[in-house]
């Protein structure tokens, strides 16, 4: 099993609906979960972090975390062709002073 | 401006040579890291720094070296022993090596190997 899977994609959602982006993992001792995003050619830039359990809302943007489960998801309302974008989810191992990350998830907003 | 400078923007190196890849940041952040990504796929650790002088191998650490005298300075060089450096070089740093830190990122290097 892979530290970090996501499904590559591409997600392809209408202009106006959410995007829903989900990651799983492998350590159940993992702390903070991040989510980047990825434009093409681009480097990636932070969109929202989450350590504990619960939903986190910054704007468009949800972050739900289940250390039960082992998942963390985003959500975009509202999508935008601006979001358009890879998708990547990164966690800070049990006692590892560094992220993994997973391939990422590509995001088609189509009009 | 804060941020992190990765510098060139495109290297292309013959087969054979090594190169260095500059990453410069004015954070004040203690830790820095390197990362490698190839297309298609997610971001792999080379090495990272938390502190001035002293730095760790990441997961694909082989045919790389760097070096941290500095703290806002973190040079990443391929050398001829790295077999297929052709990739999206990433640098970043964070406040701190521990737990919730997040990391930032430069605007990255890409590699060529003609």
């Known amino acids: 099993q892979k530290e970090v899977e996501q499904n590559s994609g591409p997600l392809s959602v209408p202009e106006g609906a959410i995007a829903s982006l989900n990651c799983t993992y492998s350590?159940?001792?993992?702390?903070?979960f991040f989510w980047y995003r990825q434009y093409s050619g681009k480097s990636p830039e932070l969109i929202m972090s989450?350590?504990?359990?619960g939903d986190k809302e910054d704007g468009r943007f949800t972050a739900q975390l289940n250390k039960a489960s082992q998942y963390v998801s985003l959500l975009i309302r509202d999508s935008q062709p601006s979001d358009s974008a890879t998708y990547l989810c990164?966690?800070?191992?049990?006692?590892?002073?560094?992220?993994?990350f997973g391939t990422g998830t590509r995001l088609q907003v189509t009009l | 401006d804060g941020g992190i400078t990765q510098s060139p923007k495109y290297l292309f190196r013959k087969e054979g040579q090594n190169v260095t890849l500059s990453c410069e940041q004015n954070?004040?952040?203690?830790?820095m890291y390197w990362y490698r990504q190839d297309p298609g796929q997610g971001l792999r650790l080379i090495y990272y720094?938390?502190?001035?002088?002293?730095?760790q191998k990441g997961d694909i650490a082989e045919g790389y070296s760097v070096s941290r005298e500095k703290k806002e300075s973190f040079p990443l060089t391929v050398t001829s022993a790295q077999k297929n450096p052709t990739a999206f070089y990433l640098c970043?740093?964070?406040?701190?090596?521990?737990?919730?830190?997040?990391?930032?990122f430069g605007p990255g290097t890409r590699l060529t190997v003609l």
């Open positions: 989450i350590y504990s359990n």
């Open positions: 970043a740093s964070s406040t701190s090596g521990g737990p919730t830190a997040t990391q930032y």
């Open positions: 720094s938390q502190i001035v002088n002293d730095f």
């Open positions: 954070l004040n952040h203690d830790a």
């Open positions: 350590d159940r001792g993992s702390q903070s």
């Open positions: 990164a966690l800070e191992q049990t006692a590892a002073s560094k992220l993994t």
